[in-house]
Protein backbone atom coordinates (compact mmCIF):
# COMPACT_ATOMS: atom_id res chain seq x y z
CA UNK A 1 0.00 0.00 0.00
CA UNK A 2 1.62 3.47 -1.12
CA UNK A 3 0.09 6.34 0.51
CA UNK A 4 0.83 10.01 1.42
CA UNK A 5 1.08 10.57 4.99
CA UNK A 6 -1.33 13.32 5.19
CA UNK A 7 -3.42 15.48 2.34
CA UNK A 8 -0.96 17.82 0.49
CA UNK A 9 -3.39 20.78 1.26
CA UNK A 10 -3.06 19.76 4.88
CA UNK A 11 0.78 20.02 4.46
CA UNK A 12 0.91 23.39 3.31
CA UNK A 13 -1.16 24.66 5.36
CA UNK A 14 0.44 23.26 7.86
CA UNK A 15 4.10 24.68 6.24
CA UNK A 16 3.11 28.14 5.63
CA UNK A 17 1.16 28.38 9.42
CA UNK A 18 4.80 27.42 10.91
CA UNK A 19 6.52 30.06 9.24
CA UNK A 20 3.83 33.07 9.80
CA UNK A 21 3.79 32.12 13.95
CA UNK A 22 7.63 32.06 14.19
CA UNK A 23 7.50 35.08 12.08
CA UNK A 24 5.08 37.02 14.42
CA UNK A 25 7.15 35.59 17.53
CA UNK A 26 10.49 37.16 16.13
CA UNK A 27 8.64 40.64 15.20
CA UNK A 28 7.91 40.74 18.57
CA UNK A 29 11.49 39.62 19.80
CA UNK A 30 13.14 42.34 17.20
CA UNK A 31 10.20 45.25 18.80
CA UNK A 32 11.09 44.37 22.07
CA UNK A 33 14.92 44.41 21.51
CA UNK A 34 14.71 47.97 20.22
CA UNK A 35 11.81 49.19 22.76
CA UNK A 36 14.53 48.01 25.64
CA UNK A 37 17.72 49.74 23.81
CA UNK A 38 15.56 52.87 23.57
CA UNK A 39 14.51 52.94 26.91
CA UNK A 40 17.31 51.47 29.19
CA UNK A 41 20.14 51.04 26.90
CA UNK A 42 20.42 47.40 27.21
CA UNK A 43 18.45 44.21 26.57
CA UNK A 44 16.19 42.68 29.36
CA UNK A 45 17.64 40.33 31.68
CA UNK A 46 14.40 38.34 32.61
CA UNK A 47 11.20 36.93 31.26
CA UNK A 48 7.76 38.49 32.61
CA UNK A 49 5.34 35.75 34.19
CA UNK A 50 2.39 35.07 31.67
CA UNK A 51 -0.45 36.53 34.72
CA UNK A 52 1.93 39.66 34.16
CA UNK A 53 1.69 39.73 30.79
CA UNK A 54 -1.15 41.78 29.45
CA UNK A 55 -1.00 44.40 32.10
CA UNK A 56 2.57 44.65 31.32
CA UNK A 57 2.14 44.39 27.56
CA UNK A 58 -0.55 47.42 27.46
CA UNK A 59 2.39 49.59 28.94
CA UNK A 60 4.55 48.73 26.22
CA UNK A 61 6.93 47.40 28.49
CA UNK A 62 9.87 45.67 26.92
CA UNK A 63 10.30 42.61 28.73
CA UNK A 64 6.80 41.97 28.14
CA UNK A 65 7.14 42.13 24.79
CA UNK A 66 9.91 39.81 24.32
CA UNK A 67 8.42 37.51 26.35
CA UNK A 68 5.49 37.83 24.20
CA UNK A 69 8.29 36.99 21.61
CA UNK A 70 9.15 33.89 23.04
CA UNK A 71 6.27 32.88 23.77
CA UNK A 72 4.86 33.13 20.63
CA UNK A 73 7.68 30.70 19.18
CA UNK A 74 7.28 28.31 21.46
CA UNK A 75 3.62 28.49 20.28
CA UNK A 76 4.72 27.67 16.76
CA UNK A 77 4.99 23.75 16.98
CA UNK A 78 1.86 23.60 19.67
CA UNK A 79 -0.03 25.70 16.61
CA UNK A 80 1.35 22.48 14.33
CA UNK A 81 -0.42 19.77 16.20
CA UNK A 82 -3.78 21.57 16.72
CA UNK A 83 -4.01 22.03 12.89
CA UNK A 84 -2.42 18.31 12.38
CA UNK A 85 -5.31 17.32 15.23
CA UNK A 86 -8.25 19.50 13.59
CA UNK A 87 -6.93 18.28 9.28
CA UNK A 88 -6.97 14.48 10.88
CA UNK A 89 -10.62 14.72 12.46
CA UNK A 90 -11.52 16.83 9.34
CA UNK A 91 -10.37 13.58 6.89
CA UNK A 92 -11.68 11.08 9.58
CA UNK A 93 -8.71 9.69 10.60
CA UNK A 94 -9.53 9.57 13.83
CA UNK A 95 -6.50 7.31 15.27
CA UNK A 96 -3.34 10.40 14.22
CA UNK A 97 -6.37 12.59 15.61
CA UNK A 98 -6.13 11.32 18.56
CA UNK A 99 -2.34 10.96 18.61
CA UNK A 100 -1.73 14.58 17.69
CA UNK A 101 -4.30 15.25 20.99
CA UNK A 102 -2.36 12.80 22.76
CA UNK A 103 0.80 14.74 22.13
CA UNK A 104 -0.88 18.64 23.06
CA UNK A 105 -2.14 16.98 26.02
CA UNK A 106 1.98 15.89 27.60
CA UNK A 107 2.59 19.62 26.14
CA UNK A 108 -0.38 21.13 28.39
CA UNK A 109 1.24 18.41 31.39
CA UNK A 110 4.81 19.78 31.30
CA UNK A 111 2.91 23.27 32.03
CA UNK A 112 1.56 21.75 34.63
CA UNK A 113 4.34 20.06 35.98
CA UNK A 114 6.53 23.28 35.59
CA UNK A 115 4.03 25.34 37.75
CA UNK A 116 3.74 22.65 40.21
CA UNK A 117 7.83 21.95 40.55
CA UNK A 118 8.82 25.88 40.20
CA UNK A 119 11.21 26.82 42.59
CA UNK A 120 10.89 22.90 44.29
CA UNK B 1 25.98 42.19 30.12
CA UNK B 2 27.57 44.57 28.03
CA UNK B 3 26.72 45.46 24.37
CA UNK B 4 29.89 43.70 23.12
CA UNK B 5 29.40 40.36 25.22
CA UNK B 6 25.54 40.33 23.72
CA UNK B 7 27.21 40.89 20.12
CA UNK B 8 29.54 37.63 20.45
CA UNK B 9 26.73 35.64 21.52
CA UNK B 10 25.12 36.70 18.35
CA UNK B 11 28.38 35.75 16.41
CA UNK B 12 29.05 33.00 18.34
CA UNK B 13 25.49 31.80 17.48
CA UNK B 14 25.50 32.71 13.95
CA UNK B 15 28.91 30.38 13.90
CA UNK B 16 27.53 27.55 15.68
CA UNK B 17 23.79 27.60 13.03
CA UNK B 18 26.50 27.47 10.03
CA UNK B 19 28.05 24.36 11.92
CA UNK B 20 25.29 22.48 13.03
CA UNK B 21 23.64 23.12 9.94
CA UNK B 22 26.77 21.44 8.50
CA UNK B 23 26.83 18.34 9.84
CA UNK B 24 23.18 18.14 10.45
CA UNK B 25 23.59 18.08 14.28
CA UNK B 26 21.72 21.49 15.01
CA UNK B 27 23.51 24.52 16.24
CA UNK B 28 22.81 24.01 20.21
CA UNK B 29 25.48 21.12 20.51
CA UNK B 30 28.15 23.84 19.94
CA UNK B 31 26.38 27.16 21.40
CA UNK B 32 25.66 26.02 24.56
CA UNK B 33 29.64 24.86 25.88
CA UNK B 34 31.10 27.85 24.08
CA UNK B 35 28.50 30.24 25.68
CA UNK B 36 29.20 27.92 28.97
CA UNK B 37 32.97 27.56 28.62
CA UNK B 38 34.18 31.07 27.02
CA UNK B 39 31.47 33.60 27.59
CA UNK B 40 30.94 32.26 31.47
CA UNK B 41 27.51 32.05 31.21
CA UNK B 42 25.73 29.70 33.54
CA UNK B 43 24.97 26.30 31.65
CA UNK B 44 21.11 26.71 32.71
CA UNK B 45 20.92 29.56 31.00
CA UNK B 46 22.94 28.66 27.80
CA UNK B 47 20.88 25.78 27.53
CA UNK B 48 17.65 27.41 27.70
CA UNK B 49 18.46 30.18 25.14
CA UNK B 50 19.55 27.50 22.83
CA UNK B 51 16.58 25.30 23.45
CA UNK B 52 14.00 28.60 22.22
CA UNK B 53 16.42 28.50 19.10
CA UNK B 54 15.90 25.29 18.45
CA UNK B 55 12.38 25.61 18.48
CA UNK B 56 12.72 28.59 15.87
CA UNK B 57 14.92 26.70 13.68
CA UNK B 58 12.73 23.75 13.82
CA UNK B 59 9.92 25.90 12.62
CA UNK B 60 11.60 27.07 9.98
CA UNK B 61 13.45 23.81 8.81
CA UNK B 62 10.42 21.61 9.07
CA UNK B 63 7.95 24.68 6.62
CA UNK B 64 10.61 23.89 3.92
CA UNK B 65 10.30 20.18 4.28
CA UNK B 66 6.47 20.28 4.19
CA UNK B 67 6.11 21.72 1.06
CA UNK B 68 8.69 19.36 -0.55
CA UNK B 69 6.38 16.40 1.12
CA UNK B 70 9.37 14.89 3.39
CA UNK B 71 8.48 14.48 6.48
CA UNK B 72 6.61 11.54 7.74
CA UNK B 73 4.33 13.35 9.66
CA UNK B 74 2.13 10.42 10.75
CA UNK B 75 5.29 8.28 12.01
CA UNK B 76 6.39 11.88 14.03
CA UNK B 77 2.68 11.80 15.43
CA UNK B 78 3.21 8.65 16.64
CA UNK B 79 7.29 8.89 17.53
CA UNK B 80 6.32 12.48 19.49
CA UNK B 81 4.45 10.60 22.14
CA UNK B 82 7.59 9.09 23.86
CA UNK B 83 9.79 11.52 22.90
CA UNK B 84 7.68 14.84 24.58
CA UNK B 85 7.13 12.78 27.44
CA UNK B 86 11.21 12.13 27.64
CA UNK B 87 11.38 16.04 27.15
CA UNK B 88 9.68 16.80 30.56
CA UNK B 89 11.59 14.61 32.49
CA UNK B 90 14.82 15.84 30.59
CA UNK B 91 13.27 19.72 31.00
CA UNK B 92 12.98 19.00 35.19
CA UNK B 93 16.23 17.31 35.08
CA UNK B 94 18.00 20.50 33.72
CA UNK B 95 16.28 22.37 36.51
CA UNK B 96 16.57 20.63 39.42
CA UNK B 97 20.32 18.97 38.42
CA UNK B 98 23.29 20.56 39.67
CA UNK B 99 25.39 22.44 36.68
CA UNK B 100 28.47 19.79 37.15
CA UNK B 101 25.95 17.22 36.64
CA UNK B 102 24.61 18.40 33.37
CA UNK B 103 28.23 19.23 32.27
CA UNK B 104 29.52 15.22 32.61
CA UNK B 105 26.21 14.44 30.78
CA UNK B 106 26.53 16.96 27.94
CA UNK B 107 30.50 15.68 27.70
CA UNK B 108 29.19 11.96 27.64
CA UNK B 109 26.45 12.90 24.82
CA UNK B 110 28.93 15.18 22.80
CA UNK B 111 31.33 12.19 23.18
CA UNK B 112 28.56 9.85 21.83
CA UNK B 113 27.63 12.31 18.89
CA UNK B 114 31.68 12.20 17.73
CA UNK B 115 31.28 8.77 17.71
CA UNK B 116 27.58 8.67 15.85
CA UNK B 117 29.52 11.06 13.24
CA UNK B 118 32.23 8.49 12.56
CA UNK B 119 30.49 5.80 11.78
CA UNK B 120 27.36 7.62 10.07
CA UNK B 121 26.56 6.23 7.02
CA UNK B 122 23.16 6.16 5.33
CA UNK B 123 21.56 2.41 4.81
CA UNK B 124 19.10 1.69 1.84
CA UNK B 125 15.67 1.35 2.68
CA UNK B 126 13.94 -2.04 1.50
CA UNK B 127 10.82 -1.60 -0.90
CA UNK B 128 7.87 -0.54 0.78
CA UNK B 129 5.94 -3.17 3.28
CA UNK B 130 2.04 -4.74 1.95
CA UNK B 131 1.33 -4.98 5.27
CA UNK B 132 0.55 -1.84 7.12
CA UNK B 133 -2.21 -1.34 9.35
CA UNK B 134 -1.31 2.24 11.18
CA UNK B 135 -0.89 3.67 7.10
CA UNK B 136 2.77 4.86 7.90
CA UNK B 137 4.32 3.89 4.11
CA UNK B 138 5.22 7.36 2.86
CA UNK B 139 7.18 8.41 -0.25
CA UNK B 140 8.80 11.84 -1.35
CA UNK B 141 10.26 12.87 -4.40
CA UNK B 142 14.27 12.96 -4.39
CA UNK B 143 16.06 14.70 -7.00
CA UNK B 144 19.51 13.87 -6.25
CA UNK B 145 18.33 10.23 -7.36
CA UNK B 146 18.78 9.33 -11.60
CA UNK B 147 17.82 12.91 -11.38
CA UNK B 148 14.62 12.81 -10.07
CA UNK B 149 12.44 9.40 -8.55
CA UNK B 150 9.71 8.87 -6.25
CA UNK B 151 11.23 7.18 -3.27
CA UNK B 152 8.50 4.82 -1.38
CA UNK B 153 9.42 3.43 2.07
CA UNK B 154 7.59 1.64 5.20
CA UNK B 155 8.85 2.34 8.71
CA UNK B 156 9.59 -0.53 10.50
CA UNK B 157 10.03 -1.75 14.14
CA UNK B 158 8.12 0.53 15.40
CA UNK B 159 8.78 -0.34 19.54
CA UNK B 160 12.44 -0.05 19.42
CA UNK B 161 12.36 3.38 17.25
CA UNK B 162 10.10 4.90 19.61
CA UNK B 163 11.99 3.55 23.03
CA UNK B 164 14.61 5.49 21.54
CA UNK B 165 12.85 8.09 20.59
CA UNK B 166 11.83 8.93 24.14
CA UNK B 167 15.85 8.75 25.10
CA UNK B 168 16.35 11.23 22.59
CA UNK B 169 13.71 13.21 23.69
CA UNK B 170 15.69 13.03 27.54
CA UNK B 171 18.92 14.38 26.47
CA UNK B 172 17.26 16.98 24.07
CA UNK B 173 15.15 18.65 27.01
CA UNK B 174 17.86 18.03 29.61
CA UNK B 175 21.11 19.63 27.21
CA UNK B 176 18.63 21.98 25.23
CA UNK B 177 19.58 20.48 21.71
CA UNK B 178 17.72 19.32 19.10
CA UNK B 179 18.22 15.66 19.13
CA UNK B 180 18.15 15.16 15.21
CA UNK B 181 21.66 13.32 16.36
CA UNK B 182 19.63 10.10 17.86
CA UNK B 183 16.60 10.30 15.92
CA UNK B 184 18.32 10.38 12.50
CA UNK B 185 20.69 7.52 12.81
CA UNK B 186 18.38 5.58 14.92
CA UNK B 187 15.05 6.06 12.46
CA UNK B 188 17.55 5.39 9.71
CA UNK B 189 19.50 1.96 11.08
CA UNK B 190 16.21 0.86 13.05
CA UNK B 191 13.35 1.76 11.27
CA UNK B 192 14.65 1.81 7.91
CA UNK B 193 13.73 5.33 7.11
CA UNK B 194 15.76 6.82 3.98
CA UNK B 195 18.01 9.38 5.48
CA UNK B 196 16.34 12.40 3.98
CA UNK B 197 13.03 11.28 4.88
CA UNK B 198 14.53 10.94 8.60
CA UNK B 199 16.31 14.38 8.75
CA UNK B 200 12.63 15.96 7.35
CA UNK B 201 10.71 14.02 10.25
CA UNK B 202 13.13 15.18 13.20
CA UNK B 203 13.45 18.79 11.95
CA UNK B 204 9.69 18.29 12.19
CA UNK B 205 9.55 16.43 15.67
CA UNK B 206 12.24 18.82 17.10
CA UNK B 207 9.71 21.70 17.83
CA UNK B 208 7.00 19.88 20.07
CA UNK B 209 10.07 17.88 21.48
CA UNK B 210 12.01 20.78 22.79
CA UNK B 211 8.47 22.78 23.84
CA UNK B 212 7.98 20.45 26.34
CA UNK B 213 11.09 21.62 28.12
CA UNK B 214 10.95 25.21 26.96
CA UNK B 215 7.83 25.86 28.31
CA UNK B 216 9.44 24.19 31.82
CA UNK B 217 12.54 26.66 31.32
CA UNK B 218 10.38 29.57 30.91
CA UNK B 219 8.23 29.18 34.10
CA UNK B 220 11.50 28.35 36.00
CA UNK B 221 12.87 32.27 34.69
CA UNK B 222 15.92 30.10 33.21
CA UNK B 223 15.45 32.07 29.89
CA UNK B 224 17.89 35.03 29.87
CA UNK B 225 16.50 37.44 26.73
CA UNK B 226 20.15 39.28 27.26
CA UNK B 227 21.71 35.94 26.19
CA UNK B 228 18.61 34.19 24.37
CA UNK B 229 17.72 36.93 21.73
CA UNK B 230 21.34 37.26 20.13
CA UNK B 231 21.11 33.41 19.73
CA UNK B 232 17.83 32.78 18.59
CA UNK B 233 19.18 35.58 15.96
CA UNK B 234 22.55 34.31 15.66
CA UNK B 235 21.56 30.72 15.40
CA UNK B 236 18.52 31.51 12.70
CA UNK B 237 21.31 33.83 10.82
CA UNK B 238 23.57 30.79 10.79
CA UNK B 239 21.70 27.87 9.75
CA UNK B 240 20.11 29.36 6.83
CA UNK B 241 23.57 30.10 5.53
CA UNK B 242 25.01 26.99 6.46
CA UNK B 243 22.40 25.02 4.61
CA UNK B 244 23.52 26.92 1.83
CA UNK B 245 27.06 26.33 2.32
CA UNK B 246 26.37 22.67 2.86
CA UNK B 247 25.60 22.34 -0.77
CA UNK B 248 29.04 22.88 -1.90
CA UNK B 249 31.11 22.14 1.20
CA UNK B 250 33.08 19.05 1.11
CA UNK B 251 31.43 16.46 3.34
CA UNK B 252 34.52 14.24 4.88
CA UNK B 253 36.86 16.79 5.92
CA UNK B 254 34.02 19.29 7.10
CA UNK B 255 32.76 16.33 9.53
CA UNK B 256 36.20 15.92 11.01
CA UNK B 257 37.26 19.26 11.38
CA UNK B 258 33.73 19.65 13.75
CA UNK B 259 34.68 15.88 15.11
CA UNK B 260 37.81 17.78 16.78
CA UNK B 261 36.10 21.16 17.66
CA UNK B 262 33.45 18.92 19.21
CA UNK B 263 36.15 16.81 20.95
CA UNK B 264 38.04 19.92 22.45
CA UNK B 265 34.54 21.52 23.63
CA UNK B 266 33.40 17.74 25.01
CA UNK B 267 36.46 17.78 26.91
CA UNK B 268 36.63 20.91 28.17
CA UNK B 269 33.42 21.05 29.71
CA UNK B 270 34.31 17.22 31.25
CA UNK B 271 37.37 18.79 33.09
CA UNK B 272 35.03 21.92 34.19
CA UNK B 273 32.58 19.18 35.90
CA UNK B 274 35.83 17.47 37.06
CA UNK B 275 36.65 21.22 38.60
CA UNK B 276 40.27 21.36 36.52
CA UNK B 277 40.63 24.94 35.70
CA UNK B 278 40.91 24.80 31.37
CA UNK B 279 43.38 27.93 29.70
CA UNK B 280 40.91 30.16 28.19
CA UNK B 281 37.54 29.10 30.22
CA UNK B 282 35.48 30.95 32.63
Not at chain 1, 66 to 81: D, K, N
Not at chain 2, 207 to 215: D, H, I
Request: proline content about 6%.
Amino acid sequence: MTRPAIAPELRLRLASGLRIVTLIGMVFLIVGTVVSLVQVGDLPRATVPPSELPERLLALDAPAIVSLGFLTILLAPVYGLISLAYGCLRQRDRFYAAAAGLVLTILVLSVVIALVTRGA
Amino acid sequence: MDLLTELGILLTAAGAGVLGSLVGLGGGVFVVPILSVFFGIPLKTAIAASGVSVVVNSAAGASVYLRDGMPNVRLALLMLVPTTVGSIVGGLLAVHSSPNALRIVYAVSLFGMIIVMARRGARPSPPPAEHDPLGLTASYYDRAIDGGTEVCYTPRRLGPGMSISAGAGMISGMLGIGGGAVQVPAMNAIMQVPVKAATATSTFMVGPTVVASALIYYLNDLIDPAVAIPAVLGMMLGAQSGARLARRARGVLLVRILMVILFYLATTVFLQALGINVPGAR
